[in-house]
């Protein structure tokens, strides 16, 4: 079986500062990892995935993660982030076998202050 | 196309009454769910259909009853709530090996 903590459930910060969010992981097998982002008001998006190869990952809009099989995480960061970042992140990890569920983490809001 | 569509947006039901949510996607994904999402939480999932058939059920109560027609739609009846059942209910699909979940924006229930 597999586990995700979001060690933080809000990190607030300035406009244009830097984030990280915080995700570890448990499992007994092999995982792929994600990050899912929810704006308010609407339903889950993916933000990023990591599924195998290059351990560092980036999406569209400037947020990367790094796979770090020793330490058990997928932290996600931005170098600079905008009002419009504001939402909700989701860590998730989901094992190889076909009959593996995704798992969610707990969320972590992400609040921009101007 | 790339959108899981949800409707109603949102639905107000009493607890005797009988209403459904309904999801539909054209992506040709052969996977689909039921979470329901209460507030500040992660979604927790209900159902999963696998090629039209119900794969998983999370130990849903039986007043949560779902339906897959076809492989572009999916229902969710419900009959006689409970107040907690008030949450957000997010459909998602995704292809068979159901790597990545597409989602749609939500049904939001409020049982009184």
Known sequence: AQSVTQLDSQVPVFEEAPVELRCNYSSSVSVYLFWYVQYPNQGLQLLLKYLSGSTLVESINGFEAEFNKSQTSFHLRKPSVHISDTAEYFCAVKGYSSASKIIFGSGTRLSIRP | ?112
């Open chain 2, 1 to 112: 196309d790339t959108e899981v569509t949800q409707t109603p947006k949102h639905l107000v039901m009493g607890m005797t009454n009988k209403k459904s949510l309904k999801c539909e996607q054209h992506m040709g994904h052969r996977a689909m769910y039921w979470y329901k999402q209460k507030a500040k939480k992660p979604p927790e999932l209900m159902f999963v259909y696998s090629y039209e058939k119900l794969s998983i059920n999370e130990s849903v109560p039986s007043r949560f009853s779902p339906e897959c027609p076809n492989s572009s739609l999916l229902n969710l009846h419900l009959h006689a709530l409970q107040p907690e059942d008030s949450a957000l209910y997010l459909c998602a699909s995704s292809q068979d090996k159901g790597l990545v979940l597409t989602f749609g924006a939500g049904s939001r229930l409020t049982v009184l």
